[in-house]
């Protein structure tokens, strides 16, 4: 399905480039102290979570698995609800007793529709915590809402981002049709 908006662009980023967002994001972090827990949100949330884990020296680490369903295409092709409102299954999710009256960081790599931060963010602070969401890369032109954006992010971005432990997973599969990055 081609975006209406245009075409997809990609964006592959180095090891050095991570790091950089790394460094963009601990002075946002930091600046707000009191953060005891991290909740990282897979798949995407493992590896930016654990190098802000290390930076902040965060050892109380914990994981979030959310699962939207995916639309229900008729025998005619016509959509049968539309995905955007459909409710989240949690996977995995820590007990409200294992966050209850901490402050977390919620991190993912990236907030495309904001709905899979928006819910964990949600969950959380219903189980009695403070939470705040981060990603390395907001896109801003993606999100379903309109006045949301993550707490903290190391960049914006109208593209589809490529970080390299997924270049390293399986570059054929990624960049596959992909004539200009």
Known sequence: MQNPRGPIRHELVSWEEVDKLVDVLVPQIDAVKG???????????????????????????????????????????????????????????????????????????????????????????AAGAKAYTCVFHFNPYRSLFNNAAPDFYGAVTDAHIIYPWEVDRDVDGLLAGITEI
């Not at 995916?70 to 995905?83: K, L």
């Not at 820590?94 to 949600?122: C, H």
């Open 35 to 125: 953060f005891d827990t991290i909740l990282l949100i897979t798949r995407g949330g493992i590896i930016p979570g654990g190098l802000l884990a290390e930076a902040l020296d965060i050892n109380y680490v914990v994981t979030a698995a959310v699962r939207f369903p995916d639309p229900i295409i008729s025998q005619v092709g016509e959509q049968q609800f539309d995905p955007k409102l459909a409710l989240p299954s949690f996977l995995q999710f820590p007990e409200a007793r294992l966050i209850q009256n901490r402050q977390i960081l919620i991190v993912d790599d990236v907030w495309g529709s904001g709905r899979t931060s928006s819910t964990v963010k949600g969950r959380c602070e």
